[in-house]
């Protein structure tokens, strides 16, 4: 009666669940599905943004959304300021944007609701409910110096866009789920969300 494996039976066991698990692993691509995690962020994001500016819009009388031509960057993960990939980001991002013209934020105050965030609106001056945000957001990947937010207002037709660069191949230019061609703004390498996509 036999009661124990031999050596060669486990080690066919072995490669076989090592051969299993690499084509698990290639399959599944856990890199690709990060990605995607932190683009569906970032689609979520700039879309409650978005819904809070014209929250703000709607409910105050004098509203400040930020200067025309100035790009305000979020800086969350890394101060920006005389940054070129941020300094560059802008001029390939909005049309208008003047070079030099680039606004960020300390780190410290980044998220902030209060005006002092990155996008420079007071959301605590909605006086019906207070501010729609509990903190303004940031790009899952903001320490990269590549992935960040960005914004654009105009201040005399108070209108706006925001943007975010999409990581994935899913949600990226020519991907399954392309939402960076299919926003109807005018940088086919970007996700475009506001009230005006041709700032």
């Not at 009666?1 to 691509?29: K, P, W």
């Not at 599905?33 to 105050?60: M, T, W």
């Not at 944007?97 to 680039?102: D, E, L, T």
Request: aromatic share 8%; with cysteine; hydrophobic share 40%.
């Amino acid at each position: 009666m036999r009661t124990a494996f031999t050596l060669i039976e486990l080690l066919v066991v072995i490669a076989i669940i090592a051969i299993l698990s690499v084509v698990v692993i290639l399959t599944l691509n856990p890199a690709e599905l990060l990605r995607q995690s932190r683009d569906s962020n970032r689609i979520s994001d700039l879309s409650v943004a978005k819904s809070g500016i014209a929250l703000y819009l709607s409910s105050v009388t004098t509203p400040f959304i930020g200067t025309s031509t100035f790009c305000y960057i979020d800086a969350s993960g890394l101060v920006l300021n005389n940054n070129v990939e941020g300094t560059s980001s802008c001029i390939a991002w909005f049309t208008t944007y003047a070079a030099g013209n680039m606004v960020s934020t300390t780190v410290a105050n980044s998220r902030n609701v209060n005006g002092t965030g990155w996008i420079p609106i007071n959301f605590n001056g909605i006086a019906a409910g207070g501010s729609p945000l509990s903190n303004e957001p940031t790009d899952p990947s903001n320490n990269d110096g590549i992935h960040f937010y960005t914004y654009i207002p105009s201040s005399t037709s108070l209108v706006f866009k925001l943007d975010a660069h999409m990581e994935s191949q899913k949600y990226g230019q020519g991907g399954s789920n392309d939402v960076t061609t299919a926003d109807g703004g005018t940088d086919p390498a970007s996700y475009e969300a506001g009230t005006n996509l041709s700032l």
